[in-house]
């Protein structure tokens, strides 16, 4: 599948579109089309190598925060999801070789929410990273509809 992959740290001219495996959802984990990914400042600070720097470097690294997408498949003991649906997600990234920046992504359910019909994924990718830890957690509970954001 076709990614934003980086080999090394760097500038912007290391982050060429290269090829991944087709990533297998894991127990407790599901598999996403992308529609849409949203770049962040963290994206340019990792790239560079200046962002999570005590955390392991695995390269390939395939960059992405947020998400917004279909649901594909279901890992084992994978619930409250189901293909099809539309959802939005925020990679657990840190030492994690789940990014955004490519056409399947495989983060764990725990990280994602459905959206509404109505929204769009362009708009939903850029909710995630916004929401922040606690947030997100409180957020991801919420009946949202999101008519408003059609």
């Known amino acids: 599948m076709k990614a934003a ?3 090394r740290f760097g500038k912007a001219n290391v982050f060429p579109i290269g090829q991944l495996p087709r990533p297998v959802p894991k127990p407790g984990e599901l598999l996403i089309r992308v529609h849409a990914s949203s770049v ?13 720097p005590g955390d392991p470097a695995h ?8 998400a ?8 084992a003991n994978t619930n ?14 840190r030492g994690s070789p789940v990014g955004t920046h490519t056409e399947l992504t495989a983060p764990p ?15 939903a990718a850029a909710v ?6 606690p ?4 957020f991801r509970h919420w009946t949202c509809r999101w008519a408003h954001l059609s």
């Open 80 to 93: 409250g999801l189901a293909p099809g649906d539309r959802v939005m997600a925020i990679s657990p990234q």
């Open 109 to 123: 359910a725990s990280q994602v929410m459905k959206i509404a019909d109505t929204a769009s994924f362009t708009t």
């Open 128 to 133: 995630p990273e916004v929401l922040p830890g």
């Open 5 to 7: 992959i980086i080999e």
């Open 40 to 52: 962040n400042p963290v994206d340019s600070g990792v790239r560079s190598g200046k962002i999570l």
């Open 59 to 66: 390269f390939p690294m395939l960059l992405g925060w947020d």
């Open 68 to 75: 917004a997408g279909t649901v594909e498949a279901l890992g």
């Open 135 to 138: 947030h997100w957690q409180h």
